[in-house]
């Protein structure tokens, strides 16, 4: 088993510690000069590994990026088909309407016709219960008129 320095188990680079430069100033030099030389200084380069989590946290901005513009167009995409099928079927029903409309109005038409001949029926039915006697006395009457019109008959005849 491996022991690891108190750094490197904390996560820090194992990297050593910059060298002193060549000149070893005194003590109050070195206190002054090293505060001037931090503030003149560019920063401290990142260490490796916060590098690579800053290149890992930006690929994986770019694809949040990818991601949120793949979603707007595909709502996008979603909100016109909903709409051509929202008017769509609002024509459709609208049209429908019409057709219903226009049925109940044929279909009323039709019922009102055919009670009219119902009726006319009807009333025809009643006329004819009368023309049964009618019919009795044209039956009486046609045997007399051939009984008279044979009677005639022979008294033209005569010798």
């Known amino acids: 088993m491996e022991v690891m320095e108190p750094a490197t188990a904390a996560g820090e680079s194992p990297d050593p510690p910059p060298s002193p430069p060549p000149e070893e100033p005194s003590p109050e030099d070195t206190y002054?000069?090293?505060?001037?030389?931090?503030?003149?200084?560019?920063?401290?380069?990142?260490p490796p590994a916060a590098r690579e989590v800053a290149a890992a946290m930006q690929a994986v901005e770019r694809d949040a990026?990818?991601?949120?513009?793949?979603?707007?167009?595909?709502?996008?995409?979603?909100?016109?088909?909903?709409?051509?099928?929202?008017?769509?079927?609002?024509?459709?029903?609208?049209?429908?309407?019409?057709?219903?409309?226009?049925?109940?109005?044929?279909?009323?038409?039709?019922?009102?016709?055919?009670?009219?001949?119902?009726?006319?029926?009807?009333?025809?039915?009643?006329?004819?219960r009368g023309m049964e006697s009618l019919a009795m006395q044209l039956k009486i009457l046609r045997k007399n008129v051939d009984s008279l019109d044979l009677a005639v008959n022979q008294l033209l005849r005569l010798p």
């Open 32 to 46: 002054s000069s090293s505060a001037s030389a931090r503030a003149a200084q560019a920063p401290a380069p990142e």
């Open 65 to 128: 990026a990818a991601i949120a513009e793949s979603y707007a167009s595909l709502f996008a995409s979603l909100r016109v088909a909903l709409s051509n099928v929202t008017s769509t079927s609002a024509e459709n029903i609208e049209c429908l309407g019409d057709v219903v409309g226009r049925l109940q109005e044929s279909a009323l038409e039709a019922s009102s016709k055919g009670n009219k001949y119902i009726n006319s029926c009807l009333r025809l039915n009643e006329e004819m």
